[in-house]
Each structure stands twice: as C-alpha cells, then as structure tokens.
C-alpha cells in the first residue's frame, strides 16, 4: 500500500468532524489546486508562508544520450521546472521524522 497522501484523502481529512458538504470541500481544493496549477503556467512563483515556496526554474539545454543507442547524442531542450524549497516550520518538523521508517521510491 502506498504511503502517498491523495486529494481525496485530503479532501476526506477536512470534511471529517466540520459542517461542510464533502462536495464543497472536494471544489474549494480543487479550485486551489487549479489556481496554483495556473499560477506557475503564468510563471509565476507561490508563496505559502509557513510551508513553503514553489519556484519555476530555467533548465538549461544539454545533451544527453540514449541509453539503447550511447553512440548518438540527444539534445535535450531548454524547460521550465518546479522546485519545491520548504519553509521554516516544515524544515523543522522534518527533524524529527525517522527516516528508517519510510519507504523511498
């Protein structure tokens, strides 16, 4: 079983013990999804202070070669990339957690 956390269960962990229609909850995290999708399409970065900061990033072109054909150059062309820094507050939880623990793909 994966460890990964989904929407839905997203989704189910703000609907559980609340007032709110799960159907409601579902569009208002959907929604922030679309916007933050939207927002780095735009190239813009997002900032969500005590969590962290999504930035696009420039990769440079390079060339790179196939594995099956190590004989012939690839070009890899320049790209737009997301990366992810983690605020303070996450960094700080992230001590405690015990990496033995934790199955890395």
């Known amino acids: 079983m994966s460890n ?3 929407k839905r ?3 189910q ?11 409601d909850v579902r569009k208002i995290v959907q929604e922030t999804l679309d916007i933050i999708r939207d927002a780095l399409i735009d190239g813009r970065n997002i900032e969500l202070r005590k969590f962290g900061v999504f930035e696009i990033q420039d990769r440079k072109a390079r060339v790179g070669r196939n594995p099956n054909k190590p004989e012939t150059d690839v070009m890899i062309p320049r790209r737009a990339v997301v990366k992810f820094k983690a605020g303070k507050e996450l960094k700080e939880g992230l ?3 015990d990496l033995d623990a934790i199955e890395f793909s």
């Open 4 to 6: 990964n956390l989904t």
């Open 9 to 11: 269960q997203i989704v």
């Open 13 to 23: 962990s703000i609907y559980e013990g609340k007032n709110y229609k799960q159907e």
């Open 95 to 97: 001590t405690s957690l």
